[in-house]
């Protein structure tokens, strides 16, 4: 079964930066959508960036527009966020999820948990001088 695993997390200071990946052994990645979720304690989880299935289509909640960036690495089957001035309220634990949608192209990708089905355990950032 496919099991994203998420690494890159850290503690970094506000206004620094980070890149998260997420692989799945075995897996051609470029196939799926995926997204990257997070949670902060007491808080729910919200989706913050999406790549869509088989294409480059993105969308970023409106907390992290302008400052992340989700990429694929297909040659590596590799997909990445990129974290720029980062705030401490963006301190959570961060999970990378994908979605199966058959190695269909798409132009467009959700954010909403229920399209996604493959979990990784997530991984911490905390912002924090």
């Known amino acids: 079964q496919l099991q994203p695993v998420e690494s890159g997390g850290d503690l970094v200071q506000p206004g620094g930066s980070l890149r998260l990946s997420c692989t799945a052994s075995g897996y051609d990645l470029e196939k799926y959508a995926i997204a990257w979720f997070r949670q902060a304690p007491g808080r729910e989880r919200e989706g913050i960036a999406c790549i869509s299935s088989g294409g480059h289509g993105t969308d970023y909640a409106d907390p992290v527009k302008g400052r992340f960036t989700i990429s694929r690495d297909n040659d590596r089957s590799v997909i990445y966020l990129h974290m720029n001035s980062l705030k401490p309220e963006d301190t959570a634990v961060y999970s990378c999820?994908?979605?199966?949608?058959?190695?269909?192209?798409?132009?467009?990708?959700?954010?909403?948990?229920?399209?996604?089905?493959?979990w990784g355990q997530g991984t911490q950032v905390t912002v924090s001088s």
């Open positions: 999820a994908v979605g199966d949608f058959g190695g269909a192209v798409y132009s467009t990708c959700g954010r909403g948990s229920l399209e996604y089905e493959f």
